[in-house]
């Protein structure tokens, strides 16, 4: 698991720091013994959602057969529950699966 911290709140802002800092450490776990690695993801407004999925998508796809998903959300029970499942579902990879938030009850993108 790779956490994702510190990201600016404009979406285009957050892209650029997120391929900057985070894309080099995940593709340095991948390169490396991880078979699957899941990034997690701040909740964000809406407008982060496009170039989250198209960092994940394309990240999985470099790094195939390993597999690459994105947690999205604030709720420590529900990202524990997702990454639990993501650890029993082989074929998932490349996905962006928001959780819903204690604090606010939407969805996190």
Same mark, same amino acid.
Do not use: C
């Given at each position: 698991?790779?956490?994702?911290?510190?990201?600016?709140? /404009?979406?285009?802002?957050?892209?650029?720091?997120?391929? =900057?800092?985070?894309?080099? +450490?995940?593709?340095?776990?991948?390169? $490396?013994?991880?078979? =699957?690695? &899941?990034?997690?993801?701040?909740?964000?407004?809406?407008?982060?959602?496009?170039?989250? @999925?198209? &960092?994940?998508?394309?990240?999985?796809? &470099? %790094?195939? #057969?390993? @597999?690459?998903? %994105?947690?999205? $959300?604030?709720? #420590?029970?529900?990202?524990?529950?997702?990454?639990?499942?993501?650890? +029993? %579902? #082989? $074929?998932?990879? $490349? +996905?962006?699966?928001?959780?819903? /938030?204690? +604090?606010?009850?939407?969805? %996190?993108?």
């Amino acid at each position: 698991m790779l956490r994702i911290e510190g990201l600016p709140p /404009s979406a285009l802002d957050a892209a650029a720091a997120f391929h =900057a800092g985070y894309l080099p +450490q995940a593709r340095a776990l991948l390169g $490396g013994e991880v078979e =699957a690695l &899941a990034l997690v993801f701040p909740e964000a407004s809406r407008d982060h959602a496009g170039w989250r @999925r198209a &960092a994940v998508a394309d990240l999985a796809r &470099a %790094a195939a #057969p390993k @597999r690459v998903n %994105a947690i999205a $959300g604030e709720d #420590p029970a529900a990202i524990e529950e997702t990454l639990a499942w993501l650890a +029993q %579902a #082989p $074929g998932v990879t $490349g +996905q962006l699966l928001p959780v819903n /938030s204690a +604090q606010t009850g939407n969805p %996190a993108i």
